[in-house]
């Protein structure tokens, strides 16, 4: 009996682990095979300059997109931007673009998902080519002061915001703060200023990437600047391209950018650039850009051509050797003030927006592809 019971428990024990494994061979192969999804680098800059929107938005204006109400910062996510340009004053009348403004601007940026690029014109108001003014608070410093409020400044906002681009001034083409970092007058106080700034963001933040922007793209001024400012530590380098003052073929921004990018080891992006969707007009302030002759051949000012122009931009800078992105200007600038005869907007037909506050066909020029 002992032995029938033995006998009948090892056959129903090699019975189970039978079924047991059948099992499992049916559910491995049942099992649905997980293919892991294909991750596109994104690594591409395109990106928005979108200084004017607080102040915009403090006015009570309504942007809409495909008819419905949508904040700007959503429009351009959805449509594939992923860094948005802010500009930053030192004490600027009014407040807007100061440090308080442009820190909540880049928490909503960063909050949105989006990366912060800070353009820090070292001034109070514009800086330029033409115009690179020393701000009010720095004006009677010595040159080792002014060196010393450079650093302290830069380590704030960078405890502030924390970019991760960070330009050391804007458009910089004769220096900065002038008139002791004047690059053509004073070359070696420029160059000090320059890294002074430079030190103390790799120092501060040295996960930041660092540009030096020029205005052009001009072969020989390019060369000329950029062979000026070799011994400063940075990244990037920015090139502002508006058709009316800087030439109609693109096949020169191109060839720039080659060319910068194999000389100086860096890599190039278009920093500024803007095209219109209308010569026509929403106020009575005068357009930078309104007669035809301004235009580039090939892409008119409708929203089809301004989608094309810009298209263009970002197929030439990631086409180059060197080319790591592009940044549309004023896109949010329409005329909103209230005396739209003495403060509109001289940018409001190359903004992103028709004069409804409609979103136009050229947001679809951020798309990763």
Known sequence: MKKIFTLLSLSILVSLQFACSSSDSSDSTEAPVVVPPV?????????????????IETAGVVFTNNGKTEDMLTTLKNAGCNTIRIRLWKNPAGGHSGLA???????????AGLKVWLTVHYSDDW???????????????????????????????????????????????????????????????????LKTASAT???????????????????????WFFNKVKSVDYDYIGLSYYPIWHGKDLTVVKSTIDALGSKFSKKVLIAETAYPFTLGYDDWTDNIVGADNQLVSGYPATPAGQKSFVLAIKDLVKTSKSGIGFAYWG?????????????????????LYDFNNKALPVFEAFSLN
């Open 39 to 55: 991750v596109v680098a994104d690594d591409f800059i395109r990106a928005a300059d979108i200084s004017f929107l607080p102040e």
């Open 101 to 111: 403004e442009v820190k909540t601007l880049a928490a909503r940026v960063k909050k």
């Open 127 to 193: 800086a330029d080519p033409a115009v690179q003014t020393t701000p009010e608070e720095w004006k009677n410093l010595s040159f080792t002061d002014l060196k010393t409020a450079v650093a302290v400044y830069t380590t704030t906002i960078l405890t502030d915001i924390n970019p991760d681009i960070i330009q050391i001034g804007n458009e910089i083409n004769s220096g900065l703060l002038w008139p002791q970092g004047h690059l053509i007058n004073q070359e070696a106080q420029c160059i000090d200023l």
């Open 201 to 223: 963001i790799r120092s501060k933040a040295p996960k930041t990437k660092i540009m030096i922007h020029y205005a052009g793209v001009s072969a020989s001024d390019t060369d």
């Open 331 to 351: 896109g949010e600038w329409i005329s909103f003030k209230g005396d739209q005869a003495k403060n509109g907007s001289t940018f409001e037909n190359q903004a």
